[in-house]
């Protein structure tokens, strides 16, 4: 079966730099997303990446392995605003869209 | 209005009762979906739509019908529930279904609660 797997929850202080995992097994690859969630609202996107790499947005980044099935969201100078939940999804063979369950991040002063 | 939208944004039905959930895309997407998500657990894709036309259905129960009368619109009608199908749903649209690295662009759900 597919699989997509990221911690439940995690805690990062304010101002602090935190990582967030997401592994895969999936039939066929064709791309990885990270969208956010804040509580209430529709996720929004983040990033995707095919290619194996480091790709950089401010101050996000995501990383891909394909060999590894993994990728990680990094988030850098954290904010308040940054709690929410961090959807890790793949694109799989037949261009459907498999999701994990999310991660919950909460920021503390 | 722009982006997605979505109406009722709260919903509260009996089992017996019949309703629809509407979806409408300002994008010029070709391709719209259905997703319910429930706590802590991964969004669930039901339908999917691209050009109009049904591309993937999930095994989602009859309950559920969904209906997309053009590439802007999509409807789901909902008919004798369970309070299991309580839930959020969500609707997203992209640029075309079949196309790698196409971000879907979700609508802020609607808040099933069937008593």
């Known amino acids: 079966g597919q699989n997509i797997d990221q911690p439940t929850e995690m805690t990062a202080t304010e101002g602090a730099i935190v990582q967030i995992n997401c592994t895969y097994q999936?039939?066929?690859?064709?791309?990885l997303f990270w969208y956010q969630q804040h509580a209430g609202e529709a996720p929004t996107f983040l990033s995707y990446?095919?290619l194996d790499g480091l790709e950089e947005k401010g101050r996000f980044s995501s990383f891909l392995s394909r060999s590894k099935g993994y990728s990680y969201l990094l988030l850098k100078e954290l904010q308040m605003k940054d709690s929410a939940s961090y959807l890790c999804?793949?694109?799989?063979?037949?261009?459907?869209?498999?999701w994990g369950a999310g991660t919950k991040l909460i920021i503390k002063p | 209005e722009t982006g997605v939208t979505q109406t009722p944004r709260h919903l509260v039905m009996g089992m017996t009762n019949k309703k629809s959930l509407k979806c409408e895309q300002h994008?010029?997407?070709?391709?719209m979906y259905w997703y319910k998500q429930s706590a802590k657990k991964p969004l669930e894709l039901m339908f999917v739509?691209?050009?109009?036309?049904?591309?993937e259905n999930n095994s989602v129960p009859s309950r559920f019908s969904p209906e997309c009368p053009n590439s802007s619109h999509l409807f789901l009608h909902l008919h004798t529930l369970q309070p299991e199908d309580s839930a959020l749903y969500l609707c997203?649209?992209?640029?075309?279904?079949?196309?790698?690295?196409?971000?879907?662009?979700f609508g802020p759900g609607t808040r099933l609660t069937v008593l």
């Open positions: 997203a649209s992209s640029q075309d279904e079949s196309q790698g690295g196409n971000e879907q662009f």
């Open positions: 994008l010029g997407h070709n391709a």
């Open positions: 739509y691209n050009f109009k036309e049904q591309t």
């Open positions: 999936t039939s066929g690859f064709n791309g």
């Open positions: 990446n095919v």
């Open positions: 999804a793949v694109l799989d063979s037949n261009y459907q869209l498999i």
